[in-house]
């Protein structure tokens, strides 16, 4: 960690706790948008770190983008939910395959916090085949695309301005079918978001959405007819590293709780972190939490120094989800009864950390890819450097600018 990144961690630090926390609850009592809130990330550039200065990122890294994640999550992760929209798949999604004026258009606005994005690849009877299941259809109607269909779990749907969405221009060419589209629901007719009833946040909703011959025009298709699997994996890639920062910060979340619930605790005169049972379990999380951050960590400096990075991030996140899994069930259980208490949030961190099992591709999923590299049967960075489509490293967007 360099002098820059811990600052950049500090900054996170004091920003969560003097402008996000003391007010979370009151947002999640009202069920209200924190949109403010969100227009105070994307000011101090909390939202745009991998991103460069020419379309309003603050070019930061990889490596700051993970911990930014780590440490929104590890004081509230609700508040985190929406990083991965306004920082991360939507923008980058944006910023790979769209035109330089596109990039110019959306992009900013999104990582400044003034437009809320939205990812919306999954439906109900897709799940980890999004792409092959897909049943959303994408039909050209002279200058506009007609969409009709649903999406599941696409978060803060209910309040987006502009969005990334995947459908299927032709239905019998399975993933090679997909096409993806910048979309945006306020401007244009036939898009419903139903906001999902879950242990979740009730300030951000993730969402069912309806498509109605949901208007979309042609300029706004991303790359060409059948690229939308192309644009979305590569999109993934990273979203994959900001849920793992997510689920790390989250495992730390529950380590701090429990450390000093373990302290205050007092049984037969004496605090329970005295009792060797209760020991063994902090040790193990411990021991989960620094592992996962070297994976974490590990993923990122990869992306920042443009080595192939899809196997990593996918041990990364797996293993982070799993660390904060572990750390939120022997949290429940250190506070014990307590732990059903909405007075502590061990009683609700634990949804997140299932959240993050089988955000930005599931557990089991991570697993076969993970494995199957292993085996020599299918590489997982095949496609390192192959896609054709821009690399936010390099800020191409800014180079095509000029060469206009």
């Not at 007010?23 to 969100?38: K, N, Q, S, T, Y």
């Not at 459908?167 to 910048?182: H, N, Q, W």
Request: one cysteine or more.
């Amino acid at each position: 960690m360099t002098d820059e990144i811990e600052a950049v961690r500090d900054l996170v630090i004091r920003f969560m706790r003097n402008e996000v926390v003391p007010f979370m609850d009151g947002f999640e009592a009202r069920g209200e948008f924190p949109r403010d809130l969100i227009g105070r990330a994307g000011e101090l550039g909390l939202y745009g770190a991998v991103f460069p200065e020419s379309v309003g990122g603050s070019n930061m890294g990889f490596l700051a983008a993970a911990v930014i994640q780590e440490e929104m999550a590890r004081h509230d992760p609700r508040f985190a939910s929406c990083n991965n929209q306004q920082g991360s798949t939507c923008p980058m999604s944006i910023y790979a395959a769209a035109t330089p004026d596109q990039v110019m258009k959306y992009v900013p606005d999104i990582l400044a916090g003034k437009s809320i994005g939205m990812m919306a690849l999954t439906e109900s009877g897709s799940g980890s085949d999004a792409a092959g299941a897909m049943k959303t259809v994408a039909r050209r109607d002279g200058d506009v695309y007609r969409i009709n269909g649903q999406k599941m779990w696409a978060s803060i749907a209910n309040q987006t301005d502009v969005g990334i969405l995947l459908a299927k221009t032709d239905p019998e060419a399975g993933a090679r079918g997909v096409s993806a589209f910048i979309v945006e629901p306020k401007k244009y007719p036939g898009f419903t978001a139903e906001p999902i009833d879950t242990l979740l946040s009730k300030s951000f909703r993730t969402n069912i959405v309806y498509l109605d011959d949901f208007v979309v025009p042609v300029e706004n298709r991303l790359a060409g007819e059948g690229d939308g699997f192309k644009v979305i994996m590569q999109s993934l890639q990273l979203g994959r590293l900001m849920v793992a920062g997510k689920a790390l910060g989250t495992a730390r979340a529950c380590f701090d709780d429990a450390v000093g619930y373990a302290n205050e605790r007092v049984v037969r005169g004496q605090p329970i972190g005295r009792f060797q049972m209760i020991q063994a379990d902090i040790a193990e999380m411990a021991v989960a939490i620094e592992a996962s951050s070297a994976l974490v960590y590990k993923a990122a400096n990869a992306m920042d120094e443009s080595q192939p990075s899809n196997r990593i991030s996918s041990l990364a996140k797996f293993h982070a989800s799993q660390t904060a899994k572990f750390c939120a069930d022997k949290a429940a259980q250190i506070f014990g009864g307590y732990g059903l208490a909405r007075e502590y949030r061990v009683s609700w961190l634990k949804a997140y950390a299932d959240h993050y099992f089988n955000g930005e591709g599931s557990a089991n999923v991570q697993k076969i890819l993970i494995a199957e590299d292993a085996l020599g049967y299918k590489e997982a960075d095949r496609h390192h450097g192959k896609t054709g489509l821009r690399d936010v490293r390099k800020d191409d967007v800014a180079d095509e600018l000029v060469a206009s």
